[in-house]
């Protein structure tokens, strides 16, 4: 037996919203959509399936829902920031070699978009 993906699923009353979040500023691809579920991915690349389990988020912040490695930060950042979404932890170099910040999704979830360095 083997483990080929982990899908986190979030709940959002109204799924539709999610492309202009995780299209727009993550850049995913809406690869499943029956209306009740849209399902996003990098049909680019391959990742191996993990999980974390966390007490909390680092540097004292709240668990997040998702974790998201992007190529450049940086960039993702400045998208987020012309788009208008929450920023709830700012960019910050982590002592353990990551550049991250949070922000919320438009359903309330906390996403940790990070790099690492």
Request: aromatic share 8%; no cysteine.
């Amino acid at each position: 037996m083997a483990v080929r993906r982990i899908v986190p699923n979030l709940y959002a009353a109204d799924p539709a919203r999610a492309r202009a979040f995780y299209a727009e500023l993550l850049g995913l691809e809406a690869v499943m959509d029956h209306g009740w579920i849209v399902t996003f991915a990098n049909t680019h690349a391959t990742m191996a399936p993990q999980v974390s389990i966390a007490s909390e988020g680092g540097a004292g912040t709240p668990v997040p829902g998702l974790s998201v490695e992007v190529d450049d930060v940086d960039a993702v950042h400045a998208r987020a920031q012309a788009l208008g979404v929450e920023i709830v932890y700012a960019m910050t170099d982590e002592p353990w070699g990551v550049r991250r910040f949070y922000v919320r999704d438009p359903f309330g979830n906390v996403v940790n978009i990070l790099a690492h360095r």
